[in-house]
């Protein structure tokens, strides 16, 4: 197997691993549309960090984190909606760096590779950035499963119980910006939400338990990543979205197998 090709099996099935677990989380709390908006302020992140010189995954870290905080302390209000209010947020940060990349006339950005990703340029330092992170990532996941489900569960109970729900929540949708920032090298700003939410909205049908649809979540977020880097390269069309349409078609699939009680 090719360097490059390993490079990019290897980060593919380390964002699956991370993101299929959290993405069930995400289809419970029903929480697909944050998700979509981090990741079109993850463009944003792009712009900052060719703009200032630093590092771009960097870059889109701190602008996702960022985000991330600004939603969580702006979620009490009433005035807004927060479907409005991440409808607003997300497509202005998109736009905005949008229009920061095209100011920034004495740099070649390929814009492409951010808005659907490039996983077949994946470099050593970006595989390490994915693994280490990844594995942070569920050593976190694993700290706050039973509270996080206790709260998806029914939150009011969780705060009778004792749970720390705001810590919680706010830990949660952290990690959703980190894993937005890891990924985005992989499927790109319009394609990561789904590679959050296909892959456990595929395993739903087929799980008993909680645990059960993570598991079967990662399965078929791995499967996805190793058809779609395989048919993109026997095709020889775009890998990020090959990636994306293999998830869509385990997900029909998966409709049609019967669903287990």
């Known amino acids: 197997m090719e360097p490059f090709l390993l490079r990019a099996v290897l980060a593919g099935i380390g964002v699956a691993v991370v993101a299929a677990p959290l ?126 489900l206790a709260i998806t569960v029914h939150e009011d109970l969780a705060r009778v119980e004792g749970v720390p729900v705001a810590r919680v929540k706010l830990v949660f949708m952290l990690m959703i910006a980190f894993v937005i920032a890891m990924a985005m090298k992989i499927v790109g700003v319009v394609l990561i939400t789904s590679l959050l939410i296909i892959p456990a909205a595929a395993a739903r049908r087929m799980a008993r338990t909680p645990e059960g649809m993570a598991f079967g979540a990662v399965a078929v977020g791995v499967l996805s990543v190793l058809v779609g880097i395989g048919a993109s390269l026997l095709v020889d069309v775009p890998t990020g979205p090959m990636i994306v349409v293999s998830a869509a078609g385990l997900f029909l699939i998966s409709l049609a197998l019967p669903q287990r009680a």
């Open 23 to 148: 993405g069930s989380f995400i289809v419970w709390r029903r929480m697909a549309y944050f998700g979509d908006a981090l990741s079109h302020a993850a463009l944003l992140g792009v712009a900052l960090g060719f703009a200032t010189g630093i590092s771009v995954n960097f870059g889109i870290l701190g602008v996702c984190l960022a985000f991330a905080l600004f939603l969580t302390a702006l979620g009490a209000q009433r005035r807004l909606a927060q479907d409005t209010l991440l409808g607003i947020m997300a497509h202005s940060t998109l736009s905005l760096g949008l229009v920061v990349l095209a100011l920034l006339q004495t740099m070649q950005v390929d814009l492409l590779s951010y808005l659907f990703g490039d996983i077949l340029a994946v470099g050593t330092q970006d595989l390490y950035w994915i693994v280490g992170g990844g594995l942070v990532m569920l050593g976190l996941l694993a700290w706050i499963w039973r509270p996080l």
